[in-house]
């Protein structure tokens, strides 16, 4: 198979080409390098199989020859990212979708969108199902992400029933792991970081909010499942484990070794009080379910950060 991923110099893109490469496929990887980065696809310079495109796109784009498989993973997403960049986050939600979805059309490819858990925004239903259709603020800082994803869900259905197109929907749930940007403002990136140069973890609000948290090897399994997979309708793919922002702190602290006492700020609007995935879709229809703890996937995220805050120490 030849594929096409969007965001593909990203923390979850580049996980996904290194995925598909490993199983045989050919692929081409677009990105425009405003939140992605080329080191983390450095070490496929001189693979035949994989060609990085330097693209926005939310312009068009064409691609030739012919791909089998388009997966569509560019957004800022991280709050850092989206709230800095909100018309960027608002026209690749939109704009870039429909040009994904185009270039699908085109080539009679199968589709895959990445949207996320924050579709249910503040959710009034825990843990959350996919036929809730969520509690979100759309003119509050974190509406442009979440709306662009529920766009871009619309949309994608509206090419699955017009145009018969083969599509899928991926609501990934908080994911950690190698390759995410330490400054980028999601929690675990921030803990660790915090913990290995020594400095007081930031909690915000009372910590007592609650995520669930997915190693990047399970939520890569997941997504290639459901891409190969006959499941249309959206599916849930996170860890249903759920932790508090303190417990997260006191797992991170002790495998950094961290000894300083965190501090606390004031919540962000629209900060979700819990979040929590039902993956009964995803165990039933993918025979997927995570197998990487918290603790485990914190112990094997620990290195790469090390590494990043080894260099800029230097």
Not at 213 to 221: G, I, N, S
Not at 289 to 299: D, F, K, S
């Amino acid at each position: 198979m030849r594929i096409l991923i969007t965001g593909a110099a990203g923390f979850l893109g580049s996980h996904l080409v290194d995925r598909f490469l490993a199983d045989g496929c050919e692929v081409v990887g677009v990105d425009n390098f405003v939140t992605g980065s080329r080191d983390n696809l450095e070490h496929l310079e001189r693979e035949p199989r994989f060609d990085l495109v330097e693209h926005d796109i939310s312009r068009p784009f064409f691609v030739e020859p012919k791909v089998d498989g388009v997966l569509h993973f560019a957004s800022p997403a991280s709050p850092v990212d989206y709230t800095a960049l909100p018309i960027q986050t608002l026209k690749v939600g939109g704009l870039g979708t429909h040009n994904a979805l185009g270039i699908a059309l085109r080539h009679g490819a199968r589709f895959l969108l990445a949207s996320t858990s924050e579709v249910y925004g503040d959710p009034r239903v825990h843990p959350q199902t996919e036929d809730y259709w969520g509690n979100v603020n759309p003119v509050g800082p974190r509406g442009v992400y979440d709306e662009a994803k529920r766009y871009a869900e619309a949309m994608t259905m509206a090419y699955h029933r017009a145009h018969s197109l083969d599509t899928r929907i991926v609501r990934i749930f908080n994911t950690y792991g190698a390759r995410m940007r330490p400054a980028d403002g999601r929690v675990v990136s921030n803990f660790i970081v915090q913990g290995l140069r020594g400095e007081a973890m930031t909690i915000y609000g009372t910590g007592e909010q609650t995520r669930s948290f997915c190693h990047v090897d399970d939520q890569v399994e997941g997504i290639v499942r459901l891409f190969q997979s006959e499941r249309v309708d959206p599916v849930n793919i996170g860890n249903p484990d759920e932790f508090t922002i303190l417990d997260l702190a006191v797992i991170v602290r002790r495998e950094t070794g961290s000894t300083t006492a965190p501090v606390f700020r004031p919540l962000p609007p629209d900060d979700p009080a819990v979040r929590c995935p039902d993956i009964s879709a995803a165990r039933r229809e993918l025979g997927w379910r995570p197998t990487i703890g918290l603790r485990e996937g914190v112990r094997k995220t620990i290195p790469y950060f090390r590494g990043v805050v080894d260099r800029h120490a230097d």
